[in-house]
T-cell receptor
């Protein structure tokens, strides 16, 4: 089956620094990728939708200057959390939609802890 | 906009018991997809099933079964003879049709049900 990877799987950073999370579709071309955030014991909240070669579309309430999304190729999207603060600590999950089959596949998630 | 409600926040059962996880959805779309995902403690979402709104047939896969009823806007999930490995958070989700618009491709998740199966 289709595989989506995320790197890193977990990261600890200091407050004020920036962290980049990568989402890759390994065996298909992803025309669209989605980024979700999940706080402990809560559901997944969609942050933004990124289409290859264009600007990401952010959900209401998500700061686009804080969560920079780049979808430069059909197999890679990155989420950069800029000037991270402890409240940004969360589980970030990406999903990628196969451009041919329209199926959506989830990555394994990245656990971010900001100290 | 779509909405998915999983009223059961937490369920606790003893191994070998049957358990049903409820899911109620709201949508104005005439066609849509419904999903169930399992999220074990590792965090990775595991796809369980996708159902097209046109297909109201119940489905069984091993110990798992799903009951889709459009009349009550429900898509319930039953685990028969539960096992400790079934302990996880289960999410129901809906997806509008691939017809463009602002909801294009966006999954709407329910709040999740934490299932704990005790030995």
């Amino acid at each position: 089956g289709a595989v989506v990877s995320q790197h890193p799987s977990w990261v600890i950073c200091k407050s004020g620094t920036s962290v980049k999370i990568e989402c890759r579709s390994l065996d298909f071309q992803a025309t669209t990728m989605f980024w979700y955030r999940q706080f402990p014991k809560q559901s997944l909240m969609l942050m933004a939708t990124s289409n290859e070669g264009s600007k990401a579309t952010y959900e209401q309430g998500v700061e686009k200057d804080k969560f920079l999304i780049n979808h430069a190729s059909l197999t890679l999207s990155t989420l950069t959390v800029t000037s991270a603060h402890p409240e940004d600590s969360s589980f970030y999950i990406c999903s990628a939609r196969d451009g041919r089959s329209w199926e959506q596949y989830f990555g394994p998630g990245t656990r971010l802890t900001v100290t | 906009a779509q909405k998915v409600t999983q009223a059961q926040t937490e369920i606790s059962v003893v191994e070998k018991e049957d358990v049903t996880l409820d899911c109620v959805y709201e949508t104005r779309d005439t066609t849509y997809y419904l999903f169930w995902y399992k999220q074990p403690p590792s965090g990775e979402l595991v796809f369980l099933i996708r159902r097209n709104s046109f297909d109201e047939q119940n489905e069984i896969s091993g110990r798992y079964s799903w009951n889709f009823q459009k009349s009550t806007s429900s898509f319930n999930f039953t685990i028969t003879a539960s096992q400790v490995v079934d302990s996880a958070v289960y999410f129901c989700a809906s997806l509008p049709p691939n017809a463009g618009g602002t909801s294009y491709g966006k999954l709407t998740f329910g709040q999740g049900t934490i299932l704990t199966v005790h030995p």
